[in-house]
């Protein structure tokens, strides 16, 4: 059984540039979830979608926005990049309906902001 | 509100020993918990939750945590440790129906040889 997938898993972006990164969950999985990780800030939540609804968000600007298809793949776009979002974004899914398991990881993707 | 504890940055052990890697929640209601490692460069690797149940959770790579409410604790335990346990290590409390996780700050474990 495939894992998460993200792409890209590097990639390098200037200033006030926008990207869009990408999360395949596993088969099956319904819940997609978004993290930022920094060395300053540790592991944060960023949101939450199941069935293509956001159902939960984190404190972030509204540069960061996501997205759930219907065959669960989400997107995360960050617009206006600052060189404080340089981070590895990780992607999570699960099987999402009100269960209390653990949420598997994607390898990140790592955003370079110059 | 939620809250996970990590009080040590790094925990220092020689191959062989036991380890402990201390972690401590902050949560109303029943606490859904989760322990995950992390290598260089790579993503989170699930290692054991404790949802319900014995307090005595056994996961991955023969780790296992013990939970203790009265000391609201999930302390991360292995009897003999090696080399390549060395990493990053999180705690991580799950709010109830949703796949928020609340992460503390993060243990490196260095094992030596």
């Known amino acids: 059984k495939a894992g998460v997938t993200q792409t890209p898993r590097y990639l390098i972006k200037t200033r006030g540039q926008q990207v869009t990164l990408s999360c395949s969950p596993i088969s099956g999985h319904r819940s997609v979830s978004w993290y930022q990780q920094t060395p300053g800030q540790g592991l944060q939540f960023l949101f939450e979608y199941f069935s293509e609804t956001q159902r939960n968000k984190g404190n972030f600007p509204g540069r960061f926005s996501g997205r759930q298809f219907s065959n669960s793949r989400s997107e995360m776009n960050v617009s206006t990049l600052e060189l404080g979002d340089s981070a590895l974004y990780l992607c999570a899914s699960s099987g999402g309906t009100a269960n209390t398991g653990e949420l598997f990881f994607g390898e990140g993707s790592r955003l370079t902001v110059l | 509100a939620q809250s996970v504890a990590q009080p040590e940055d790094q925990v220092n052990v020689a191959e062989g020993n036991p380890l402990t890697v201390k972690c401590t929640y902050s949560?109303?209601?029943?606490?859904?918990l989760f322990w995950y490692v992390q290598y260089p460069n790579r993503g989170l690797q699930f290692l054991l939750k404790?949802?319900?149940?014995?307090?005595l959770v056994k996961g991955s790579y023969g780790f296992e945590a013990e939970f203790n409410k009265s000391q609201t604790s999930f302390h991360l335990k292995k009897p003999s440790a090696l080399v390549s346990d060395s990493a990053l290590y999180f705690c991580a409390v799950r709010a109830y129906n949703t796949d928020k996780l609340i992460f503390g700050t993060g243990t490196r474990l260095q094992v030596f040889p």
């Open positions: 404790y949802i319900t149940g014995d307090n």
């Open positions: 949560v109303s209601g029943n606490p859904y």
